[in-house]
């Protein structure tokens, strides 16, 4: 579905990078540019100390700067506040049996 999008919008392939990998390794091991947006969109049922230990890796490690947009969608009845704690809510919007939250680093 990204790839479909990416060329609907006709976005050149220097633009972006798909990476299909296990996101606590890739992250541990990241050294890149940092991003400007980042999308979450885990399984309903990952446990929440996995997402809190993705979230310190994305605000401690230089994979963000001050302005990035974290997206994160989940289950709207899942207690996010640990996972979240060092980031800060900009918008928070409900669908259905999901939300999605707008973060960012600083």
């Given at each position: 579905m990204?790839?479909?999008n990416i060329r609907s919008l006709k976005i050149g392939s220097e633009k972006?990078?798909?990476?299909?990998n296990d996101v606590l390794k890739f992250l541990k091991?990241?050294?890149?540019?940092?991003w400007d947006i980042i999308f979450l969109d885990p399984p309903y049922k990952i446990k929440s100390d996995k997402m809190k230990e993705i979230f310190d890796i994305i605000s401690t490690k230089k994979v963000s700067k001050?302005?990035?947009l974290i997206v994160y969608e989940y289950f709207f009845?899942?207690?996010?506040k640990e996972e979240i704690k060092k980031l800060k809510l900009i918008k928070e919007s409900?669908?259905?049996?999901?939300?999605?939250?707008?973060?960012s680093p600083y």
């Amino acid at each position: 579905m990204i790839e479909y999008n990416i060329r609907s919008l006709k976005i050149g392939s220097e633009k972006y990078k798909i990476i299909r990998n296990d996101v606590l390794k890739f992250l541990k091991f990241y050294r890149g540019p940092e991003w400007d947006i980042i999308f979450l969109d885990p399984p309903y049922k990952i446990k929440s100390d996995k997402m809190k230990e993705i979230f310190d890796i994305i605000s401690t490690k230089k994979v963000s700067k001050a302005n990035t947009l974290i997206v994160y969608e989940y289950f709207f009845k899942r207690d996010i506040k640990e996972e979240i704690k060092k980031l800060k809510l900009i918008k928070e919007s409900h669908f259905g049996d999901k939300k999605v939250i707008y973060l960012s680093p600083y």
